[in-house]
């Protein structure tokens, strides 16, 4: 991911948003894979060339005036939410009704269709490239920037945020389970539960991002923190399906206003010329939360309880708050 923005800044970015496209063709190959090796091997190469959201959120930074980043960044962390819950769902749909060759197939075909779209209706304007040689290491990035502390704050706050929220994900279906007492539909209410949170965020995140506009990003954040701690705790003593479902989708709203504004803030504060790298960073540090929150909260619940797990989260995210206290508010201009 690194390299792939690091390109976006030497080349045009919407050049690179076009190289990430070419997955389509791994997906298309992915169909004709005849061994678990090949398989295996295609996925790693997928991996390399899956720039494409870093690429445009980094486009939409660069490409909209700073005052209007939060209301745009967040339209994008809503299409993206919104093609996270579709996504499983149409598979799943086009999978019982075909295969799942002819899923990789059609996959292909709507990746190959987001390829030929950013070609012919996307362009990047008034594009300058990078040429200072310095710019090449991380070191040369660090000096351009007015705060590291704040950005480097920045990129660690969206590691917890990423923990903290998939810390959940491995319990979620148990925590229904026993709720249930395993009688009726879990598989289905386990489903909906687990698409709540990200119906709330494709509602709000626009709104929380033009609201931070106006009034402060930052404090869309500090809000986003204080109540997810507040919900991640009441959670921990739920009695049934229904009070967990409302919890998990006034969750939702919380999340969108955490990632989509940390990185709004990332926009506000970091030079043109090195988006496209600090954005790739970000994108990192999210997936190293992405890794560890499952790891925390699976040995959590395995060596204590379900309700432990949201506690813990809970406390979590008020550590996260304290550092973006320390680290970014303290910062800020």
Known sequence: MPLSSNLGESS?????????????????????NLTIQELFILRML???????????????????PKEKSGQALGTMA??????????????????????????FFITGGLLLIAFLLSLFFVHETDFKPVTEKKLDKASGVIKELRSPQLIFGLLLTTLIIQAANNSINPIVSLYVKQLMANHGN??????????LPGIATFLAA?????????????????????GATILFFLTAFVQNTVELGILRFLVGFTDACLFPQVQTLLTKNTPAKITGRIFSWNQSAMYIGNIFGPLLGSTISGLT?????????AGIVVF???LFRFNVIKNLQ
């Open 12 to 32: 045009n970015i919407t050049q690179q948003m076009h190289s990430s496209s070419n997955i389509s063709l791994h997906n298309l190959t992915v169909a004709l």
């Open 46 to 64: 997928q991996g390399i060339f899956a720039g494409f959201v870093s690429n445009s959120n980094a486009l939409v930074a660069t490409e909209t």
């Open 78 to 103: 809503s299409s993206f939410t919104a093609g996270n819950l579709l996504g499983p769902f149409i598979g799943g749909a086009l999978a019982s009704i075909f295969s799942y060759r002819v899923t």
């Open 186 to 195: 879990v598989v289905f209410i386990s489903g909906v539960i687990a698409a």
């Open 206 to 226: 626009s709104r929380f991002g033009a609201l931070g506009d106006r009034i402060g990003t930052h404090k869309i954040i500090i809000a986003g923190f204080i």
């Open 305 to 313: 309880n379900y309700s432990t797990v949201f506690i813990v989260t």
């Open 320 to 322: 996260n708050l304290i």
